[in-house]
C-alpha cells in the first residue's frame, strides 16, 4: 500500500511537472507590417483566452505564455486583418501583418477643401457623382451630370439653348441679389463661374458636392453656397494606354406648340373683323374672283393644307452631333513620372436652323517626382467654344413682345388671305411665303408682320469664348508625416460677340419699328484670374489609437475684368457686313473695368479615436477688396463631429452591418459676390451740356458738370450664412443597401437689399445688409444591389430632396419687395413677383382668375352692381366673355389692392431614380428625375390664348374660347377688356417626371480583345429626354428664362428643348 502511495504520488509529481512545463510554454517575437516596420501596440493573445494577452512594444515586440504547443496565437491590430499562428514546436513567432481589406466606405476617397478623405472619416455632408456610370451615357457638359443625381443639387436653365450653362443650387437659394451659384474647386483652382462648356466631361475623374458647413467652411467669405469640387483625370504608372471615344446624334424638338391651322385662324379673324368687305381681308374675293362673279369667301376657300404654314417647321430641323475625346496617359515607377493627355472635340447642331455650337479642347496633367521627398504637379486645360446662331431668349426689341423669335414662330400667320394667293402656269396655287421678309398686309405699325423663317435665316450671331486654366503645384515632405504643398494658377477667360441685322431680318429691316437699318456690332469681355496657396499638413498616430491631421494655410486671388465694343447701325453697305461698320452711325457702347483682390488664413484640425469618434473644427479669415476697411476681414469656423457606431465591440460580431455613422456640424460661411467690386465707393455721374433735364443751366447756357449719384456705403459686408446638419450613414449586407439621410438648418443674414433712405441723407436708396432668410430641408438618398451574381448585377438608386425656404426679414418697415419682368411693354411696369417675409421668395404675384364674365353678372348690357370689375376698364365696356377677377378685400371693384400670391416657382421636392444592369456584357441603365410642387408663369398664354392681336395665330386652346354659342367656357372672348394683367389663369403646374436617359451597351469579351490587341471595347445606343409626364401646357415644364432668385418659373419665347437618340463607341488599348 505504502508502495503504491509512493507511485501515485511521484506519478502526480510527474504529471503535475508536464502540466507546469505547459502552462509556461514562452514565445516572443516581432510584429512588423508589409514594408517591414514594426507595429506598435498590436494585442497578441492565445486564442480563447483574451485576459492573458498582451501589446507589442515600440519595436514591435511581443513576450507571452500560452498553455500548449497545439495552442493558437492571434494578432490584433486596427486597420489590419487579424492573423492566428499555431504554436507547435516554435519559441520564436515573427508575424507581417497584412493591411485590413477596407469596406466601400473606408475605400471610397472624396474631395474636401485641401485634400481627401476617406468617406468613413467624414464629418460633413459630401455626395460624390460616378463618373464611371454617368459616362456610360453621352455627356458633353458635366453640369448634366448632376442633373438629378445629387440630392439637394437643383439643376436648372433657362431653356434648351446652345452652349448655355446650367444655373446650380445647393440646399436652395442662399441670396436675395446677389448669386446663389456654388463655388467651383477645378482641379484646385478656385472659381465662381463653373465653365462647364469649357471642360470635356470625358477629363472629369471625379466631382465632389460640399454641403454643409463642416464641409464648405474652409472656404470661408465663398463658402455660403456650397462647393463643387472637380478633379480631372491623372497619369498612371506603366506603359502608354490610349483611350478613345466617340459617339454621333441625332436631335429633333422634343414637343412643338399645337397651333391653329389656316382654317380655324380664318375663322379667328372672321370673328375679330366681323363680316366687312372694307376691313375684313380674308372674306373679300380677289379682283379675277369678283369678275368671276364671286363675291365674298367662305372658310371652305381656305380648306387646303397645302397654303397653310406651320412656321415651326420652317426653323425647327433634325439636327447632327458628333463627339470625339482621345487620351493618352501612362508613367514610369523608376522616372518617377506620371502624365495624361488629351484632346476633344464637339460639333453640335441646334435644332433651330443655322444654329450651332462647336468645341475644340486639349488637357495636359503632368506629376513629376524628385527623389522620395519632392513631387511637381502640372495641368493645363485649353478649349475654344463657338456658338452661332439665334437666341430665342434675347429679345430684339427692348420692349415690345414682337421682337422675340418664338412670338414671330407662333404668332405668323399660318395662311394668307385668298386674294393674295398665287397661281403657276398651270393654274396651281403657289405656298411662296416663306420668300417674303414682310407681311405687307399686317398694318405697318405691327412688329409681328416680319417672317421668322427669314429673321432666323439671315440674322448673324456668333460667340466665341477662349479657355484658359494653368496651373502647377510642389509637394515637399519635409519630415515624415509633415508635408508642404504650393501651388499657383492662371486662367483666362476671352469672348468675342459678333451680332449683324440685314434688311431681311426683324431689326434691320427698313419697316421695322426698331428704326436701326442695317445693324450690327462686336464687343469683347476679358476676365483673367490668378491664386497662389501654401499649406502644410501634418498627419500623425499615436499608440494605434489617435488619429490627428492639422493643416495651416495662407492662399491669395486676383480677378480683372473687362468689356469693351463697337457698334453701329444705319449701315449703308449690306454686303460688307460686320467689315462695314464704319459706314453706319456708330453706337455708343459703354466699356467698363474692374478687377478685385482677396487675401485669406486658414487651419484645420481632424482627430479620430480608433475609427470611431471623429472631430473636425476649421476656421478661415479672408480680407476682400470688394469691402471697406472696417469689415474688409471676415471670420469663418466650423465645428464637425461624428460616431462610427459599428467600430463599437458590441456591435463587431454583427457581420450583416456594414456601415452605421451619425453625423453632426455647425459652422459659418459667407457670400462676397457683390454686384461689382465697387459698391461700398461713392459715385459721381457726368451731367452731359445737352440740354438734358438734369444739366447745370447759368445764364440759360447748359453747362456740363458732375453731381453724387450714389453714396457711400461704409457698412457694406458679407452676407453670412449659419448652418446646422445632423446625418446618417447606414448600410447593411456588404453594403448593397446603403442609406444617406440629412437633415440641415441655413440662417442667412446681412442680405445686400435695396433700402429707402431719409430725404435728409440726399439719396433715395441704397445698398444695404438688412436682409435674412432661411432655408430648412432634409435629403435622403438610397443604393441598392437586389442581385449581385458573377455574370448578372441589377443597381437601383434612388434620391430626393425637400427644401423650405423663407424670408424672414427684409428692409426695416419693409415686409415685401415686388419685382417686374421685362419682356413686353403691356406687361413691363407691372409688378410679377413678390416677395414677402414669411414666405418662400420669388412668389407669383397678380390677381386671381375666376373665369369669365357670363350671361347671369349682367343686367341687359351692364354689369349688376354687386359684380365687381376691374377699375381699369369702363363697367359700361364690359362684356360676356371677358375676365373675371376675385375681389379679395370685399370692396367692390378690382384694383392693385386685389393682387396678390398665385404661385410658387420653388418645388416641395426634386430627385431622382435609377436602375442599372449588367448582364454577360451587356449594360442596361435608365434614369429619370422629377420635381414637384412648383409653379410657371406661362406668359406665352398671354398672348396666344388672348386673342389681343388682329392677325396673329394662336394656341389650339384657344379655338375653345368664350363665343356666344360656347358662353360657359373660362377662356376670353376676342378683344377681351381687362386681358393684359398677371393673373392665375397663366400660372400652371410646372410639376414633372422626365425619363433623363436610357442607354443599351455591350462590352465585347477579354477573349476576343486579345485577338484584337484591345484591352476594352464598348458599343451603345442611348436616348435623352424621351418622355415626359407633366401637366404644363407649353412646350417644356423644365423652364425658367429668367432664372432668377426673384423671378423663377418665368416661360417667354424660350428656346425649345430636343430629344436625342446616340450611338457611340469607346476603346482602350
Known sequence: MQKLTGFLAALLMLVGGFTMSAQSIGITGRVVDASGEPLIAVTVYEDGNTAGGTLTDIDGNYALNVSSAKSSIVFSCLGFAEHKEIVGLRKTINVTLKEESLSIDAAEVVSVGYGTVARRDLTGSVSKVDMGEIMKAPVTNFDQALTGKVAGVVVTTSDGALGAEANITIRGNNSLTQSSAPLYIIDGFPTESSMATALNAADIESIDVLKDASATAIYGARGANGVIVITTKQGTEGKPKVNFSASWAMNRIANKVDLMNGVEFVELQNEIFGASLGTNTYLKPGAADEAAGITSYTLDDYNNPAMWNDWQDQIYRTALVQNYNISVSGGSKEAGNRYNISLSAVDQDGIIVKSNFQRYQGKINFQQKFGKKVTLDVLANYSRAITNGVTPTDAQASSSATGWLMYSVWGYRPVKPKSQWQVDANGNYINNDVDFAVDDEVAGASDYRFNPAKTVRNEYRKTIVDYLNANAGITWEIIDDLKLKITGGYTMNKRRREEFNGSETYTGNPKSSSGKGINGGIYWYNKTSWVNENTLTYTKRFNRKHNFQFLAGFTMQGETYDYKGTAATQMTNESLGLNGLHTGKYQTVSPWQYDWTMMSGLFRVNYNYKYKYYLTASMRADGSSKFPKGNRWGYFPSVGASWNINREDWLKDKPWLSNAKLRASWGLTGNNRTQTPYDYYAQISTLPGDKNSNDYVFGGTPISGYSPSKMENVNLKWETTEQWNVGLDFSVFDSRIKLTADWYLKNTRDLLLQATLPSSSGFTSAMLNIGSMQNQGCEFTLDL??????????????????????????????????????????????????????????MMYGFIYEGTYKEEDFNGSLLKDNVPSLTTVTRSDVRPGDPKYRDINKDGVIDDNDRTIIGCGQPLHTGGFGNTFNFYGFDVNIFFSWSYGNDILNANRLYFESGLTKHTNQFKSYKNRWTPENNRSDIPRVAANGMTVYSSRVVEDGSFLRLRNFTVGYTLPRKMLRKMHFDTLRVYVSGDNLWTLTNYSGPDPEVSTRNNVLTPGFDWSAYPRAWGLTAGLSFTF
Request: hydrophobic share 35%; net charge positive; proline share 3%.
Open 785 to 842: 444591389v437586389p442581385i449581385q451574381k458573377k455574370n448578372f448585377t441589377w443597381n437601383m438608386n434612388f434620391n430626393i430632396a425637400m427644401n423650405r425656404n423663407k424670408v424672414t426679414a427684409l428692409t426695416n418697415d419693409q415686409y415685401s419687395l415686388l419685382r417686374t419682368v421685362s419682356w413686353d411693354q403691356k406687361f413691363n411696369s407691372q409688378d410679377a413677383y413678390i416677395t414677402q417675409v414669411g414666405k418662400p421668395s420669388g
